[in-house]
């Protein structure tokens, strides 16, 4: 049967559309009277049915799905154990008739959304049938239940990890809903970066890495173990690897491996060749103080294969000096002394070099001399 039709004829069931139900049966291809006769008898159990005697109407739904000559077999199957699970409450009879249709190699929409059913609402945890709602739940993703929504599961608490990673895997390799797809490519990237799995997430990256739009907030946390991956890549001489998961997290905006790839270009370390222009263009990026900042303000203050551009470099000492870099104090207050560039000026020279020696950690001897000669120069 079509499985387009067979979506029609659950959710025409799911409704309650008894007269769809007989409408789409035509839609049956080949023809099958058997498909048809069974819609209209189901048709007349509801509408004759006025006690709900339910266990009758199970039987008759399980006559017609077990005739092995009837394509409608799913859709009884499906039937019966709907009115097992939701109106007689009887799970129990329910799964005997989810597992009867399952040994007869019917997991159709049917049986399919049933599993899904028992499985999202627990009926089924530390039992034995609850692999055979799981098997159901993963066939249902090749059919694109509509209502079968990725947060149903992935969002859902007290579900095990270890089925919705299966599940995630499964929507990614048979839907065509992105929706669905982007839900769980959030989940797996997440799942693999909280439980460390990096070498997962890099495979994952390297699948999707052209449309990265979906992660959102999930970006930062992604950019993050992609650069701690390129860092035990690099420790153990891996380089190619780790340049790599570097660029792939400077993709996201990680500043770290964006300062170290700038720096890595600017030195011609970590297997690449020396890139000035590469290094400037990366440092460039960088919106926080640090190492990798204040090399590119020196690049413009010397002019080292760039042109000199004494502005960017103030600029960017400024900046840093706000983060409390070390370094950039140091400059401003060289800066201050010398005079070529900005006027001298003792107390803003006083000022820097004094916070440069507070929050610096080491400072060499020949510096210190350095720092008393400006001081110095003021008196003469």
Request: proline share 1%; aromatic share 16%; glycine share 6%.
């Amino acid at each position: 049967m079509d499985v387009e039709v067979k979506k029609k004829l659950i959710v025409a069931f799911g409704n309650h559309q008894m007269d769809d139900v007989v409408k789409v049966s035509y839609e049956i291809k080949p023809f099958n009277g058997m498909a048809v006769e069974s819609a209209k008898l189901i048709c007349d159990w509801f509408s004759k049915e006025k006690e709900y005697n339910f266990s009758k109407i199970i039987d008759k739904f399980l006559y017609y799905a077990e005739d092995k000559k009837n394509e409608f077999a799913s859709v009884c199957y499906y039937m019966a154990a709907k009115i097992c699970l939701f109106y007689k409450k009887d799970v129990d009879e329910a799964i005997k008739i989810v597992r009867k249709a399952y040994l007869q190699d019917d997991i159709f929409l049917g049986t399919s959304f049933l599993g899904y059913y028992i499985y999202q609402n627990g009926l089924l945890d530390g039992n034995p049938d609850y692999l055979l709602a799981r098997q159901y739940l993963i066939d249902a993703v090749n059919f694109e239940i509509p209502w079968l929504e990725c947060s149903a599961i992935l969002d859902k608490k007290g579900v095990n990890d270890k089925f919705k990673l299966h599940y995630a895997k499964k929507v990614l390799e048979y839907s065509n809903n992105e929706e669905y797809k982007n839900k769980s490519l959030v989940y797996l990237f997440s799942y693999y970066c909280k439980n460390n799995f990096l070498e997962e997430l890099f495979n994952l990256f390297e699948e999707h890495k052209d449309n990265l739009s979906f992660l959102g907030e999930n970006k930062e946390e992604v950019s993050s173990s992609l650069y701690r991956l390129g860092k035990t890549y690099i420790a153990n001489k891996d380089y190619s690897k780790g340049v790599i998961c570097y660029n792939y997290a400077a993709s996201l905006g990680n500043e770290k491996a964006i300062e170290q790839l700038g720096i890595a270009y600017y030195q011609g370390t970590l297997g690449l060749t020396k890139d000035i222009e590469k290094s400037v263009s990366f440092l460039s990026k960088l919106k926080k103080g640090g190492n990798g900042m204040m090399l590119l303000g020196l690049l413009y203050e010397k002019g080292e294969e760039v042109l000199v551009n004494k502005d960017k470099a103030f600029d960017i000492y400024l900046k840093c000096s706000k983060e409390k870099v070390p370094e950039a104090f140091f400059r401003l207050g060289k800066i201050y002394s010398e005079g070529t560039y900005k006027k001298r000026d003792e107390y803003l020279v006083h000022r820097y070099f004094e916070e440069y020696k507070e929050i610096a950690k080491e400072i060499p001897l020949s510096r210190l001399k350095m720092i008393d000669d400006y001081y110095d120069s003021f008196k003469r």
